[in-house]
């Protein structure tokens, strides 16, 4: 495998950092702002043209709390993965590993024909490392000491997130009932879940009928900005499978849409996932030999940009 042929694959796991979410929406563990109200007044939201204004807080609370409550137990998620990248002039279909430690570490392992790996992309809440086997390569480093992540704002946790198939909350860690009332519920004619803060919109469809209520569909993030120009993220769910008492989806489609791309200003990514286990028998942080040598993720990025 070339070097070029790799760059899809680190294009896509640097360009999941802008459009993650801005890690300082939100500051001081201020209150974010939002128009949802006191549930225990039952006070609606001012009318809106999409009949939103017929829900009251306790219903749309109650909306959030049942797709909060979707998410899965498993600690440790292990899969086999068919992984593709498509970035318009290049369509790449590989073979490889999930493996996902709640709340430290989500690591796609690629091996064509499952032999051998010639990539890695590892993220945890303290950094992120980028690996090309191939050429003993790599990028390592907090957030904030990688200039494209840190200007983009990628979040761990809610990176963990959208891979969990689950709700978050820009600059939380967690989810929980004193978050919930941060969100609105629309239709539009889907039932949306959405957040608004700065310049990133979040918006979550999920399942209205009985059987699946609450089940999250797709997760779409959008950040706009006038001087670095507009991204926007969608993560589509499908083939959802038991784990556990829940239900997980083994068919991921991401479409991330940015200004920095070169030329098609699309990078899609697609997992179908495959063998789930909940194995625990691996070490979560990966140790880089001394015989890589260290790039920058604007090495990279120059590549993929075209800037010289």
């Known amino acids: 495998m070339s070097k070029h042929l790799l760059i899809p694959l680190l294009a896509a796991a640097l360009l999941l950092g802008a459009c993650g979410t801005k890690n300082k929406v939100v500051d001081g563990g201020k209150k974010p702002k ?29 909306i959030v709390r049942k797709t909060a409550d979707q998410a899965v137990y498993q600690r440790n998620v292990v899969a ?40 890695r992309i590892e993220f945890t809440p303290d950094y992120v490392l980028l690996m090309d086997r191939m050429h003993k390569t790599y990028i390592k480093g907090r957030y904030d000491e990688i200039g494209f992540l840190r ?31 941060a969100y609105q519920v629309e239709q539009k004619p889907e039932r949306q879940i959405l957040f608004k803060q700065d310049k990133m919109n979040f918006a979550w ?41 829940k239900w997980f989806p083994y068919d991921h489609r991401v479409s991330l849409s940015s200004a920095a791309l070169k030329t098609n200003k ?24 001394d015989k890589y040598k260290k790039v920058t993720a604007e090495d990279i990025l120059q590549l993929i940009t075209g800037r010289e």
């Open 266 to 289: 699309t990078v899609q990514v697609r997992m179908k996932i495959n063998k789930v286990t909940a194995d625990d028998g691996w070490d979560a942080q990966t140790t880089v030999s």
């Open 34 to 62: 939002t128009q949802a109200t006191d549930a225990q007044t039952g006070a609606t939201t001012p009318a809106t043209d999409n009949g939103a204004a017929t829900m009251n807080a306790a219903q749309r609370l109650n």
């Open 205 to 245: 469809t999920v399942a209205e009928d009985a059987q699946n209520e609450g089940r999250i569909n797709q997760a779409a993030v959008t950040y706009t900005d006038s001087g670095t120009g507009d991204s926007k993220l969608e993560w589509n769910y499908a083939d959802f499978r038991s784990m556990g008492s």
């Open 151 to 181: 200007r983009n704002g990628l979040n761990f946790y809610s990176l963990q997130a959208l891979f969990w198939n689950q709700l978050f909350v820009p600059g939380k860690d967690k989810v929980g009932e004193a978050e919930y009332a």
């Open 80 to 119: 086999k993965i068919d992984f593709s990248v498509n970035t318009g002039s290049k369509d790449i279909t590989l073979d490889g590993q999930l493996r996902m430690r709640r709340d430290e570490v989500i690591r796609l392992q690629i091996s064509p024909l499952g032999l051998v790996e010639v990539a």
